[in-house]
């Protein structure tokens, strides 16, 4: 039988022991009053007035459940996702705070789990361990903490990876419950339409539309007027109004804060950018390579996220740690920026904080350096500030500093 190694025995206790103690500090650190200082209450209570027949979307309603269950501030917290998904926690309706926060915080971490594993899987189950950074990586601690839905976005994302090319309806239907935040992925919607009628492959976005005519038509069953109370929602919402650390809102309240129509700049510039980028490469279009990047560019341009949104972005950076492991500053740079959002977990940094607004973008700077300083893949060699690659029959080409650059932008 062959022995297994004693350093890889020693990795394999250090991330269950990681494993554990990150699930027991979510499950077990909960006190009894966290149903009512996260942002679950807003899911927990919506979920409750439509298991019960009431507008998941009402101020006053909204207000006198929240006050029930021991909720003390104001406004109440109303969730502002549209109603693509609420049957999906709809069992929410008929249970308790606590007990809906504890299995709500089980699933988070589940699904944390399963994500690592499936962008493991996407990789090729690479020998290297990097996938298990998405133990510890900030934004999706933060996520699971705060019982937010970016979880739920990263495992589509992850889910979408592996499907991508041996099962596109799946994988096109495993992207519904991004709709919850449809800003957040505009750039990757847009890429998604070229490249089904450039590829003439229909089955990925018929997935999607599939998928999401069910859920809605799931979510009518329970309340036919749903879409109508959300739509007065977002007439009456101040959301608007707030600054939100993104760089969208921070270029408006900077040129002026009237001007809403300023913080869409960021997102069109991105879905135009995403269309030029696509249609640059589309003889040569993967999703887990090029793709990546339009995920993060999304993100970036975003007008409306929070640092937690920024869990998505784990496949982008367990893909370009992977391929860069050899660059040093790479490596630095993503230490620098983790650890920075680390600190600012631990010292309990309001993610409406404006200290927020550099980390998306931040993110995006290091994903395109690690692409640009990843190692060269078969046929390609570096010399200096040059790549050289050598194709089947040919002469190598050697490409400059600025090619190399293009590489990863």
Known sequence: MKRI???????????????????????????????????????????????????PYDF?????????????????????????????????????????????????????????????????????????IGIFFPPVLRCLIAGQLGIFFLLEIAVFLYLQKSRPFWAGAALVFCTLKPHLFLPCFVVMVLWSFWKREFRMAAGFLAALAASCGLTLLLDRHIWGQYEALMHSSSIMNQFLPTFGVWLRFLIDPNAKWIEFIPEVAGCVWAAWYFWTRREAWDWA????????????????????????LLPA?????TESERSMKSLVLFGVIAGIGLVAMMANILLTSGFMVWTAPAWLVWYVYARHERTPKDGERRAGNSLEIKTEGQAPKTCTFLTVFDRGF
């Not at 004693?6 to 269950?16: C, E, F, Q």
């Not at 990546?292 to 949104?309: E, G, H, I, M, R």
């Open 289 to 312: 390579d090029q793709g990546l990047l339009v995920l993060v560019v999304s993100v970036a341009c975003s007008p409306y996220s929070w640092y937690t949104d920024q869990a998505v």
């Open 317 to 321: 950076v367990v893909i370009g740690l």
């Open 60 to 132: 006053a309603a909204t207000l006198r459940v929240e006050r029930s269950v021991g909720f003390k501030e104001y406004p109440p917290l109303i969730t502002l996702s549209p109603p693509v998904a609420f049957f999906l926690a709809l069992p929410l309706g008929w249970v308790k705070p606590m007990t809906g926060l504890t299995q709500w915080m089980l699933l988070l971490f589940a699904c944390m789990l399963a994500s690592v594993w499936v962008v493991w899987l996407v990789q090729g189950r690479p020998q290297s361990r990097y996938h298990l």
């Open 5 to 55: 190694p004693a350093r890889k025995v020693a990795a394999a206790g250090i991330v269950l022991v990681g494993v554990v103690l990150v699930g027991c500090i979510v499950v077990f650190g909960l006190d009894k009053d966290a149903a009512t200082n996260k942002d679950f209450l807003q899911y927990w209570t919506a979920e409750q007035l439509l298991a019960h027949g009431g507008n």
